[in-house]
């Protein structure tokens, strides 16, 4: 997309996202606006310089003369930050969504020596599943096929600041009670934590294939929690110390990737969207070449907005 | 309660139609000379003109038209009545152009109440009674052109009659003496009594005279057009976009050539209508084609194609402007003083604190570059970007106006 021309009045660029006229065309009444948002996504709050010598009208000299993009028409790439409303001005502190890499259960594989990338791997089929379980289970692996092992996605909400302390409440008006998670239908869905196999229904699948899921505290508990665990590895110090928010806690939220059907029985998409790799989890063997395909899924803050993409690469153990 | 979006209410949207005009100008040398590769091309085979095999119409591109850049603009036919003098067996595709003609009148006419016989063209509209046009040529512009419909009072055709014929392409005279069609009382004047919409007459004024002294000379009947008069020589379909041009153009007044043949006048003086004047096409008496006259009368015996490029080379420029009617939803986003002062953007914090801010009584700011408008499912169904970033903080309020166009 080009700039748009900023040399005079200010214009507003409108169009149909294809979402829209997706909707539109099937004519059964899902077409109807009914809210908006406001957007920044080219805004670089870096660039503010509040220090500036030459007083307040300089702040924001850089920020004024960004240039901006014309509108994107696909759904997911436009409004990606969004701006908020919050009920009092006076705060110095907002929260955001962390990844907790803490517990060997919710670790990436990028720190687990050997595989580099902070990806979650998920394994798509049985045969992958036993490549991976025949040395000790890799952390940062997840069970897509059959949910057994407890490997999973864990992502916290709070103040990620050394300068309150963590056992001050989080204001209320700044806790993330409702999670939205975005990733394409066509790799898998999410599921809960436990053991139990429970896999999540979309809300909506777009004309992408992007399947948006709502996830809140009260009606998903097994997925979003504000009880944060007592003991997570043995005492309520090393509790601390193992969040990966610093300050005031909100909300958790965990999820693991039940792999689709088609990435578990075909390897067309496979061929079609990733490649091969080569990878030795520990089984004695050597390593394997596996097909693969790198997708990211999207969270997102469903009442302060927070965006938070998270990394996955789906493998599958290429028959020998 | 922290929040990232604003419903809208009934007060916040409201619908707009507007009518949107365009000026389309076509000048002659695309229908003629641009595309004949420096006139080593034959009339017809130019690259812009394409022909079909059953040579009911043809179809002008305003580029060769098997490149994918070229632009469908408009066909070209033409007809006759059942009634016309002009139908006989023995005329070239007689039964196409007597079709061509019905089916042309069948659509823009009618039928006469009560039963299934076809209406012909009036020459002023009035249905009952009056002049009816027998002979026509047919102007078929593409939606690409006219889009809703063409603006009334805008149609302008512009005719070379000079004599005697030779090819503007070439350098010649044709365009030296010229006739003016014009829907000129459109925009205040138009008939409704068409099962497709409105329409107007096109009435016909000399312009230029180069050639000639006394031409163009234009009469109606036995009278002669004097200045400021005109006369009505077809009809204008605004909605279908098709201008239905009567035979009578490239006719003598005098509705006789040399008693080869008795026509329907014509509204050229006769004197344009020698036998060399329209050219082979439109052709003279001969004794190849006895049965020709001049002007229209020549379709008796060549074919729609034929006329057609006769037709099209003596196009010195058609102009109109076309209408498209916008269907616009207005969305007043407000976003009031306490509202979106906040940001989401990964770069408003860092380690949790707000850059812009020194203390938590700073005011804080935040900047918009785009708006989103959502489903109540929360799917962004559209989105407006602003051509640069607008400010927003505790002390400013905003409304932007987001138009969707249907």
């Given at each position: 997309?080009?700039?748009?021309?900023?040399?005079?009045?200010?214009?507003?660029?409108?169009?149909?996202?294809?979402?829209?006229?997706f909707?539109?065309?099937k004519?059964?009444?899902?077409?109807?606006?009914?809210?908006?948002?406001?957007?920044?996504?080219?805004?670089?709050?870096?660039?503010?310089?509040?220090?500036?010598?030459?007083?307040?009208a300089?702040?924001?000299?850089?920020?004024?003369?960004?240039?901006?993009?014309?509108?994107?028409?696909?759904?997911?790439?436009?409004?990606?930050?969004?701006?908020?409303?919050?009920?009092?001005?006076?705060?110095?502190?907002?929260?955001?969504?962390?990844?907790?890499?803490?517990?060997?259960?919710?670790?990436?594989?990028g720190?687990?020596?050997?595989?580099?990338?902070?990806?979650?791997?998920?394994?798509?089929?049985?045969?992958?599943?036993?490549?991976?379980?025949?040395?000790?289970?890799?952390?940062?692996?997840?069970?897509?096929?059959?949910?057994?092992?407890?490997?999973?996605?864990?992502?916290?909400?709070?103040?990620?600041?050394?300068?309150?302390?963590?056992?001050?409440?989080?204001?209320?008006?700044?806790?993330?009670?409702?999670?939205?998670?975005?990733?394409?239908?066509?790799?898998?869905?999410?599921?809960?934590?436990?053991?139990?196999?429970?896999?999540a229904?979309?809300?909506?699948?777009?004309?992408?294939?992007?399947?948006?899921?709502y996830?809140?505290?009260?009606?998903?508990?097994?997925?979003?929690?504000?009880?944060?665990?007592?003991?997570?590895?043995?005492?309520?110090?090393?509790?601390?110390?193992?969040?990966?928010?610093?300050?005031?806690?909100?909300?958790?939220?965990?999820?693991?990737?039940a792999?689709?059907?088609?990435?578990?029985?075909?390897?067309?998409?496979?061929?079609?969207?990733?490649?091969?790799?080569?990878?030795?989890?520990?089984?004695?063997?050597?390593?394997?070449?596996?097909?693969?395909?790198?997708?990211?899924?999207?969270?997102?803050?469903?009442?302060?907005?927070?965006?938070?993409?998270?990394?996955?690469?789906?493998?599958?153990?290429?028959p020998? | 309660?922290?929040?990232?979006?604003?419903?809208?209410?009934?007060?916040?949207?409201?619908?707009?139609?507007?009518?949107?005009?365009?000026?389309?100008?076509?000048?002659?040398?695309?229908?003629?000379?641009?595309?004949?590769?420096?006139?080593?091309?034959?009339?017809?085979?130019?690259?812009?003109?394409?022909t079909?095999?059953?040579?009911?119409?043809?179809?002008?591109?305003?580029?060769?038209?098997?490149?994918?850049?070229a632009?469908?603009?408009?066909?070209?036919?033409?007809?006759?009545?059942?009634?016309?003098?002009l139908?006989?067996?023995?005329?070239?595709?007689?039964?196409?152009?007597?079709?061509?003609?019905?089916?042309?009148?069948?659509?823009?006419?009618?039928?006469?109440?009560?039963?299934?016989?076809?209406?012909?063209?009036?020459?002023?509209?009035?249905?009952?009674?009056?002049?009816?046009?027998?002979?026509?040529?047919?102007?078929?512009?593409?939606?690409?052109?006219?889009?809703?419909?063409?603006?009334?009072?805008?149609f302008?055709?512009?005719?070379?009659?000079?004599?005697?014929?030779?090819?503007?392409?070439?350098?010649?005279?044709?365009?030296?003496?010229?006739?003016?069609?014009?829907?000129?009382?459109?925009?205040?004047?138009y008939?409704?009594?068409?099962?497709?919409?409105?329409?107007?007459?096109?009435?016909?004024?000399g312009?230029?005279?180069?050639?000639?002294?006394?031409?163009?000379?234009?009469?109606?009947?036995?009278?002669?057009?004097?200045?400021?008069?005109?006369?009505?020589?077809?009809?204008?379909?605004?909605?279908?976009?098709?201008?239905?041009?009567?035979?009578?153009?490239?006719?003598?007044?005098?509705?006789?050539?040399?008693?080869?043949?008795?026509?329907?006048?014509?509204?050229?003086?006769?004197?344009?209508?020698?036998?060399?004047?329209?050219g082979?096409?439109?052709?003279?008496?001969?004794?190849?084609?006895?049965?020709?006259?001049?002007?229209?009368?020549?379709?008796?015996?060549?074919?729609?194609?034929?006329?057609?490029?006769?037709?099209?080379?003596?196009?010195?420029?058609?102009?109109?402007?076309n209408?498209?009617?916008?269907?616009?939803?207005?969305?007043?986003?407000r976003?009031?003083?306490?509202?979106?002062?906040?940001?989401?953007?990964?770069?408003?914090?860092?380690?949790?604190?707000?850059?812009?801010?020194?203390?938590?009584?700073?005011?804080?700011?935040?900047?918009?570059?785009?708006?989103?408008?959502?489903?109540p499912?929360?799917?962004?169904?559209?989105?407006?970007?602003?051509?640069?970033?607008?400010?927003?903080?505790?002390?400013?309020?905003?409304?932007?106006?987001?138009?969707?166009?249907?």
């Amino acid at each position: 997309m080009a700039f748009l021309d900023n040399s005079g009045d200010i214009i507003l660029d409108a169009v149909l996202t294809d979402t829209g006229r997706f909707r539109l065309a099937k004519g059964d009444g899902s077409f109807k606006i009914a809210k908006f948002a406001l957007g920044d996504d080219e805004i670089d709050y870096t660039q503010y310089d509040k220090n500036n010598a030459s007083g307040s009208a300089y702040y924001d000299l850089t920020i004024m003369q960004t240039p901006v993009l014309e509108a994107f028409t696909n759904n997911a790439s436009s409004m990606i930050s969004k701006l908020v409303t919050m009920s009092r001005n006076n705060l110095m502190y907002l929260p955001i969504i962390k990844l907790n890499e803490e517990s060997p259960n919710n670790q990436t594989t990028g720190i687990v020596a050997g595989f580099g990338s902070n990806f979650f791997y998920v394994a798509v089929d049985q045969n992958t599943e036993n490549e991976v379980a025949n040395g000790t289970w890799t952390s940062g692996v997840i069970s897509g096929q059959t949910l057994t092992q407890p490997v999973c996605v864990l992502l916290e909400q709070g103040l990620d600041t050394m300068e309150i302390p963590p056992n001050v409440a989080l204001d209320v008006d700044l806790v993330e009670d409702q999670y939205i998670l975005e990733m394409d239908n066509r790799f898998g869905k999410p599921a809960k934590k436990d053991g139990k196999i429970s896999i999540a229904s979309p809300s909506f699948i777009d004309d992408d294939n992007i399947a948006s899921y709502y996830f809140s505290l009260a009606q998903t508990p097994g997925y979003v929690t504000n009880e944060w665990p007592t003991k997570v590895q043995g005492t309520e110090t090393q509790n601390i110390n193992a969040a990966r928010i610093r300050g005031p806690r909100g909300t958790q939220f965990y999820f693991r990737i039940a792999s689709s059907i088609d990435l578990a029985t075909s390897t067309y998409l496979f061929e079609k969207l990733g490649g091969t790799t080569s990878l030795d989890f520990g089984g004695g063997g050597g390593a394997q070449t596996y097909y693969f395909i790198d997708s990211n899924v999207r969270v997102i803050g469903g009442t302060t907005g927070f965006t938070l993409d998270i990394p996955f690469r789906y493998i599958k153990l290429q028959p020998s | 309660m922290a929040t990232v979006f604003k419903n809208l209410t009934n007060n916040d949207i409201t619908t707009t139609r507007t009518l949107l005009h365009e000026a389309i100008p076509i000048t002659g040398s695309i229908l003629s000379g641009t595309y004949n590769n420096n006139s080593t091309l034959a009339l017809g085979s130019e690259t812009n003109i394409k022909t079909y095999s059953h040579g009911m119409f043809e179809s002008i591109y305003d580029y060769p038209y098997l490149s994918s850049s070229a632009n469908h603009i408009f066909d070209m036919t033409m007809g006759y009545g059942t009634g016309s003098a002009l139908s006989s067996s023995s005329n070239t595709q007689n039964t196409k152009k007597i079709n061509l003609y019905q089916q042309l009148a069948q659509v823009l006419v009618g039928f006469t109440t009560g039963s299934s016989d076809i209406r012909p063209f009036d020459e002023n509209g009035d249905l009952t009674e009056g002049t009816k046009i027998k002979e026509c040529f047919f102007l078929n512009f593409s939606r690409l052109l006219g889009k809703d419909e063409i603006k009334k009072g805008s149609f302008s055709l512009e005719l070379g009659v000079q004599a005697p014929w030779s090819s503007a392409a070439d350098g010649g005279t044709v365009f030296n003496t010229r006739i003016k069609i014009t829907d000129a009382s459109g925009s205040t004047g138009y008939k409704v009594n068409s099962p497709v919409g409105e329409y107007g007459i096109l009435y016909a004024t000399g312009t230029v005279n180069q050639g000639v002294a006394d031409v163009p000379v234009l009469w109606t009947g036995s009278a002669e057009i004097v200045e400021g008069q005109k006369v009505a020589v077809g009809l204008l379909y605004y909605q279908t976009g098709i201008a239905v041009l009567s035979g009578s153009v490239f006719n003598s007044n005098q509705g006789t050539i040399a008693g080869v043949m008795s026509t329907s006048p014509g509204i050229l003086d006769d004197i344009l209508c020698s036998s060399s004047f329209l050219g082979s096409n439109f052709g003279g008496p001969d004794a190849a084609r006895p049965t020709q006259g001049s002007g229209f009368n020549a379709i008796t015996q060549s074919s729609i194609d034929t006329i057609s490029d006769a037709l099209r080379n003596r196009i010195y420029n058609i102009s109109f402007n076309n209408t498209t009617e916008l269907n616009s939803t207005i969305y007043f986003c407000r976003a009031n003083h306490n509202d979106f002062n906040f940001s989401a953007n990964p770069t408003y914090l860092s380690s949790s604190k707000i850059r812009v801010k020194n203390v938590s009584t700073d005011a804080p700011v935040s900047y918009v570059t785009s708006v989103g408008l959502y489903s109540p499912d929360n799917e962004l169904l559209a989105v407006a970007k602003l051509s640069e970033p607008l400010k927003k903080s505790p002390e400013t309020e905003l409304t932007l106006r987001v138009r969707l166009d249907y």
